[in-house]
């Protein structure tokens, strides 16, 4: 159990251009979906919390115009990368909160390459 | 600011040791915590989870868990090299649904 699935796992697209990437919970519902991104060698950086039904909280520092998130259903959110730049390229990696405990369950993650 | 803090290491143990990884946290109200490997170039994979004070096994970890102390740690018996990599601490946020993260400790078994 706790699947969670991501689509895209890479994609390469060019300056200037949109990228949408999909996070989907497989065999449970998430009302909560989180997007995070990694450069490397770095650690996580937490960008925003996807709630259903309403508007993602965005972190200090993150273009909510820039990275648009969409959470349409207690199983899909999804993430827009805007007019992308290359220093855009990174590990973008969801993850889906199960219950009230806390455990976040990642999906594989997509990897960006803007040129 | 809350902080989860760990060592970056590298940590370096030999096939069959223990490695002991370590965490502290800042938010002494804290109720939840996790441990999470991450393999070079893949996403995070949740290993433990603790709620209580005291000791939590799953088959060669253990998780430890000190409130007063704000301190959490992560025991790995009979360390195996496909154990090498990346572990993150993990703390919710007890002011939202927020996990904050610390920055991982590589871990390195020598064969």
């Known amino acids: 159990g706790a699947v969670v699935s991501q689509h895209p796992s890479w994609v390469i697209c060019k300056s200037g251009t949109s990228v949408k990437i999909e996070c989907r919970s497989l065999d449970f519902q998430a009302t909560t979906m989180f997007w995070y991104r990694q450069f490397p060698k770095q650690s996580l950086m937490l960008m925003a919390t996807?709630?259903?039904?309403?508007?993602?909280?965005?972190e200090q520092g993150v273009e909510k115009d820039k990275f648009l998130i969409n959470h349409a259903s207690l199983t899909l959110s999804t993430l827009t990368v805007t007019s992308a730049h290359p220093e855009d390229s990174s590990f973008y990696i969801c993850s889906a909160g199960q219950g009230i405990s806390g455990e976040q369950y990642f999906g594989p993650g997509t990897r960006l390459t803007v040129t | 600011q809350k902080e989860v803090e760990q060592n970056s290491g590298p940590l370096s143990v030999p096939e069959g040791a223990i490695a002991s990884l370590n965490c502290t946290y800042s938010d002494r109200v804290s109720q939840s915590f996790f441990w999470y490997r991450q393999y070079s170039g893949k996403s995070p994979e949740l290993i433990m989870s603790?709620?209580?004070?005291g000791d939590k096994e799953d088959g060669r970890f253990t998780a430890q868990l000190n409130k007063a102390s704000q301190y959490v740690s992560l025991l790995i018996r009979d360390s195996q090299p496909s154990d090498s990599a990346t572990y993150l601490c993990a703390v919710r946020d007890t002011g939202g649904f927020k996990t904050i993260f610390g920055a991982g400790t590589r871990l390195f078994v020598k064969a």
């Open positions: 996807s709630n259903e039904g309403s508007k993602a909280t965005y």
């Open positions: 603790i709620y209580s004070n």
